[in-house]
Structures are given as structure tokens and as C-alpha cells.
């Protein structure tokens, strides 16, 4: 089994990064997400160990004493982390697995892995974005305009990704994320460990 690839997928929120990913993990056998460790509490709705792995905060500095985290950061007071022996697990069994980090993390994560393909997903304009963090009725006036604040500051970092996508219609988006995922598999590297058997039996005569 060929190894897998490690994504890195980043948008600042509101722009439908999480329901592209997860959209696209429910097409994609090959797909899986990481669940981050973080410190934050618990949305209703969510389950510990699938949407997250929810800790205190002395759990989580006892683990980045460990060396746990393949990357960790800070996001409206509260912590997120990426477990590194759980990814390496998941690559090593051949899935595809996707970080949703923001560009912090993504910058730590390409620091200690040689081999990632990073993704930013674009809103279409500010009002959009805007719209969509209110429609979740989640949060405040003064919440939603931290988060704007945070959101022109995550997007300044747009050009330091391999794939841009916009989020203006979600089914062309998300059919341009599965493209990046189908070509990247098809990559001259990952198909000759598939199939090296057959190459050996094709070639064969040639040697």
C-alpha cells in the first residue's frame, strides 16, 4: 500500500472550510481528517474524539513538554494542537489525511515535513463572509467583528499555499478540492509504488 499525503487546508472562518473538507471526506474512502487536541470547550452537538479531543489546559502543556504536537497554536484564547504519532499512523496506512490549520500551524507543519500540498479557500467578497458568520447565530456583534479582524489577517497569507479555491458556489468548490486530491495520486512517484508489480511485469522483458 502506497503511503499517503498530508494536506494542510486553511481559510479563515465563515468561508466553509469545514463543510468542504467534510463534504468531501463523505466522497473520499481515501480521506480522512485529523481531530486536533484543544482546549476550548465543547460546542453543543460536538463528540470528544471525533470533531475533537477536548483538554484542559495542563493537559495540554504536559503534552507539548512531551513533544506530542506536530503543531500547536493559539486561536481566540484557546489552544489547538495536531497529534504527531496519530498522523504519522494514518499516512503510513495509506489514507490522505487533511489539517485544518491555520497559517501558523501551517507554517510549523511544513517546517518539520518535508512533503505537503497546502490549500487556502477564499470567500467571495467580505459581505459574504460577514453574512455567513452571522447566519450561524453562534456569537455576538463584538465576537463576529473580532473574527473579521482575524479573517483579513488570516487571508494576508493566502500566497504562501499551492492551491487557492474560492467558496463562492459550494458545489464548484468543492469539485475543484476533489480535483487537487484525484491529481496528486495520479503523480508519476505515488503510481509506480501502486502498481509496481505490474511495471516489473510489463517491463519485464526489457531487462
Given at each position: 500500500m502506497s503511503d499517503g499525503s498530508l494536506y494542510i487546508v486553511s481559510a479563515p472562518s465563515g468561508a466553509g472550510k469545514t463543510?468542504?473538507?467534510n463534504r468531501l471526506v463523505e466522497m473520499d474512502g481515501q480521506v480522512a481528517v485529523s481531530v486536533s487536541h484543544t482546549t476550548r470547550a465543547m460546542r453543543p452537538g460536538e463528540k470528544d474524539g471525533m470533531n475533537y479531543h477536548f483538554v484542559d489546559h495542563a493537559t495540554f502543556e504536559e503534552m507539548i513538554g512531551q513533544g506530542d504536537f506536530l503543531e500547536h497554536a493559539?486561536?481566540?484564547?484557546?489552544?489547538?494542537?495536531?497529534?504527531?504519532?496519530?498522523i504519522r499512523q494514518q499516512l503510513a496506512e495509506g489514507l490522505d489525511i487533511i489539517l485544518e490549520i491555520d497559517w501558523q500551524g501551517a507554517r510549523q507543519i511544513r517546517r518539520q515535513v518535508g512533503h505537503t500540498v497546502s490549500i487556502f479557500i477564499l470567500p467571495p467578497s467580505r459581505d459574504s463572509l460577514r453574512q455567513r458568520l452571522t447566519d450561524r447565530g453562534q456569537d455576538g456583534e463584538d465576537i463576529i467583528?473580532?473574527?473579521?479582524?482575524?479573517?483579513?489577517?488570516?487571508?494576508?497569507?493566502?500566497?504562501?499555499?499551492d492551491y487557492l479555491i474560492v467558496n463562492d458556489d459550494f458545489d464548484t468548490?468543492?469539485?475543484e478540492l476533489a480535483a487537487i486530491f484525484k491529481v496528486r495520486r495520479l503523480q508519476l512517484s505515488r503510481q509506480r509504488k501502486r502498481y509496481a508489480p505490474m511495471i516489473e511485469e510489463l517491463l519485464q522483458d526489457l531487462r
Amino acid at each position: 500500500m502506497s503511503d499517503g499525503s498530508l494536506y494542510i487546508v486553511s481559510a479563515p472562518s465563515g468561508a466553509g472550510k469545514t463543510s468542504l473538507v467534510n463534504r468531501l471526506v463523505e466522497m473520499d474512502g481515501q480521506v480522512a481528517v485529523s481531530v486536533s487536541h484543544t482546549t476550548r470547550a465543547m460546542r453543543p452537538g460536538e463528540k470528544d474524539g471525533m470533531n475533537y479531543h477536548f483538554v484542559d489546559h495542563a493537559t495540554f502543556e504536559e503534552m507539548i513538554g512531551q513533544g506530542d504536537f506536530l503543531e500547536h497554536a493559539e486561536v481566540f484564547d484557546n489552544f489547538y494542537g495536531t497529534s504527531s504519532r496519530h498522523i504519522r499512523q494514518q499516512l503510513a496506512e495509506g489514507l490522505d489525511i487533511i489539517l485544518e490549520i491555520d497559517w501558523q500551524g501551517a507554517r510549523q507543519i511544513r517546517r518539520q515535513v518535508g512533503h505537503t500540498v497546502s490549500i487556502f479557500i477564499l470567500p467571495p467578497s467580505r459581505d459574504s463572509l460577514r453574512q455567513r458568520l452571522t447566519d450561524r447565530g453562534q456569537d455576538g456583534e463584538d465576537i463576529i467583528n473580532r473574527r473579521m479582524r482575524d479573517a483579513v489577517s488570516e487571508l494576508s497569507h493566502f500566497d504562501e499555499y499551492d492551491y487557492l479555491i474560492v467558496n463562492d458556489d459550494f458545489d464548484t468548490a468543492l469539485q475543484e478540492l476533489a480535483a487537487i486530491f484525484k491529481v496528486r495520486r495520479l503523480q508519476l512517484s505515488r503510481q509506480r509504488k501502486r502498481y509496481a508489480p505490474m511495471i516489473e511485469e510489463l517491463l519485464q522483458d526489457l531487462r
